[in-house]
């Protein structure tokens, strides 16, 4: 699951990165919701350590909303930063999904 919370991370410095690369390129503050995006990653990432289960939900839930607001973007505008953050998204969504599903079988195995 080490592997999991490197994705988390690179998930969360890309939504920071590409949130302040936003705010200065095109000069739209809003875009600075990315980093609150990034830091809400890392809050839980750090919420693994005491609940890995509810830390992932919470990161997938993020994940799947912000595929929410950029992959219509992108099909729209074609945009390419709407587009990377799309692509992240999903990654980040199905690595996630997957390991709860082995976690999941490796429960009821070990039961």
């Known amino acids: 699951m080490r592997g999991l919370n490197l994705l988390i991370v690179i998930y969360a410095v890309l939504c920071i990165v590409l949130g302040i690369y936003g705010a200065i390129s095109a000069k739209e503050y809003f875009s600075l919701a990315g980093v609150l995006i990034g830091v809400l990653q890392f809050a839980c990432l750090g919420w693994t350590r005491s609940?890995?289960?509810?830390?992932?939900?919470?990161?997938?839930?993020?994940?799947?909303?912000?595929?929410?607001?950029?992959?219509?973007k992108f099909i729209k505008l074609g945009k390419w930063p709407a587009g990377v953050l799309?692509?992240?998204?999903?990654?980040?969504?199905?690595?996630l999904l997957a390991g709860d599903f082995m976690a999941m079988s490796a429960k009821k195995r070990s039961v």
Do not use: H, T
């Open 51 to 72: 609940n890995p289960r509810a830390g992932r939900i919470g990161s997938l839930v993020i994940a799947i909303l912000v595929l929410g607001q950029f992959m219509p």
């Open 86 to 95: 799309s692509i992240a998204s999903i990654i980040l969504i199905i690595a």
